[in-house]
């Protein structure tokens, strides 16, 4: 589109004071909601992860102290099979370890470790250690899929805004 009554160079410059902010504008707006997700996601995932290990930890206790380890093994496999979490498992050091799903043992996983009790006469003894590891993939796929959208819709945005200032200009 040429513009009839203004020059040449006044038009690039135009252009560039729209481009430039209209840009710097589409990456905050995209970056500063996706770090306010990220947290909040992190920590509804760790909220789970908690929720789900104080409510298996007394069922687990019993199968380990009972050494039921099938229905130990078998309710592992459920939560990873269910997509609850990525990896899971019993151990107790020496004879019993159990392993569902994989463990990441890296930065980008949530992992939480809860001690099993079992009851010995007078006093409670530590007969195991239960793991629930998350990883946290899920969440920045949620979160790259939201920037995606947004960054479409505001370069959408953005050219039909830059389209009505050249018209208006013609």
């Not at 229905?71 to 990525?86: F, I, K, N, P, W």
Request: some cysteine; glycine content about 6%.
């Amino acid at each position: 589109m040429i513009c009839r009554f203004v020059p040449e160079g006044i038009r690039r410059e135009i252009c560039r004071a729209i481009w430039g902010p209209m840009t710097g504008l589409v990456i905050v707006a995209c970056l500063v909601p996706a770090v306010f997700y990220y947290d909040i996601s992190e920590a509804r995932l760790k909220e789970r992860v908690d929720s789900l290990a104080a409510s298996t930890a007394a069922t687990m206790q019993d199968d380990i102290w009972q050494y039921d380890l099938e229905s130990a093994q078998r309710l592992l496999d459920s939560y990873v099979e269910l997509g609850v979490v990525t990896g899971a498992g019993v151990s107790d050091g020496r004879l019993i370890n159990l392993v569902a799903g994989s463990f990441d043992n890296s930065t980008l996983a949530y992992r939480l470790e809860v001690p099993l009790f079992g009851a010995d006469r007078s006093r409670d003894v530590q007969i195991a250690t239960l793991v629930f590891e998350v990883s946290h993939g899920e969440i920045w796929e949620v979160i790259l899929l939201r920037l995606a959208v947004t960054m479409i819709i505001s370069v959408v945005f953005i050219f039909f805004t830059a389209m009505q200032v050249l018209r208006l200009m013609d």
